[in-house]
T-cell receptor
Framework: DGGITQSPKYLFRKEGQNVTLSCEQNLNHDAMYWYRQDPGQGLRLIYYSQIVNDFQKGDIAEGYSVSREKKESFPLTVTSAQKNPTAFYLC?????????????FGSGTQLSVL | GQQVMQIPQYQHVQEGEDFTTYCNSSTTLSNIQWYKQRPGGHPVFLIQLVKSGEVKKQKRLTFQFGEAKKNSSLHITATQTTDVGTYFCAGPYTGTASKLTFGTGTRLQVTL
């Protein structure tokens, strides 16, 4: 089955620790995205990548980092600089980077702070 | 920056009643997309509207794009318990390919 796989489903971060969320897709999509979802709020864009080895900041990139070394993979690192990391993180992909592309989402990772 | 607001934030209906959520953008949109997120799940694409005044139907769901392309609505006729979830509208960032600004969402609860 083609799709987007996020792991782990639940993740706990200790104070001062960096954690990495995994996102893999086998849809052969060029573009990938990371969104953050807080209760009662919409999805906010953290980072996006339209092509391998290239990525851009979204609206709330501070305290996060990404890489795009392979087309299939777009891992997100939540650094210790992110002071309020507790949220539901959603990875998405789209076939291309055109303005009318629909997004396909993974099942998400719930990150909590210990 | 671009903002997309949805109202209401939450609605609770009895099964069989109709439901409508409204989406308003601070800027003109080239297109608008709608997604549904079931409780505990992830957003799933429902539909895209592109033309001014466009109306599309999917069974009991009717989607409309405003004439000025700054607002949209989703109407569900005769809700069912399977309609439970949060409905998001999303529009492209102005002048930027495929980055979507998501609305704040409307959470729908349906009871028997």
């Amino acid at each position: 089955d083609g799709g987007i796989t996020q792991s782990p489903k639940y993740l706990f971060r200790k104070e001062g620790q960096n954690v990495t969320l995994s996102c893999e897709q086998n849809l052969n999509h060029d573009a990938m995205y990371w969104y953050r979802q807080d209760p009662g709020q919409g999805l906010r864009l953290i980072y996006y990548s339209q092509i391998v080895n290239d990525f851009q900041k979204g609206d709330i990139a501070e305290g996060y980092s990404v890489s795009r070394e392979k087309k299939e993979s777009f891992p997100l690192t939540v650094t210790s600089a992110q002071k309020n990391p507790t949220a539901f993180y959603l990875c998405a992909s789209s076939y291309g980077a055109a303005y009318n592309e629909k997004l396909f989402f993974g099942s998400g990772t719930q990150l909590s702070v210990l | 920056g671009q903002q997309v607001m949805q109202i209401p934030q939450y609605q609770h209906v009895q099964e069989g009643e109709d439901f409508t959520t409204y989406c308003n953008s601070s800027t003109t949109l080239s297109n608008i997309q709608w997604y549904k997120q079931r409780p505990g799940g992830h957003p799933v694409f429902l539909i895209q509207l592109v033309k001014s005044g466009e109306v599309k139907k999917q069974k009991r769901l009717t989607f409309q794009f405003g004439e000025a392309k700054k607002n949209s609505s989703l109407h569900i006729t005769a809700t069912q318990t399977t309609d439970v979830g949060t409905y998001f509208c999303a529009g492209p960032y102005t002048g930027t390919a495929s980055k979507l600004t998501f609305g704040t969402g409307t959470r729908l609860q349906v009871t028997l």
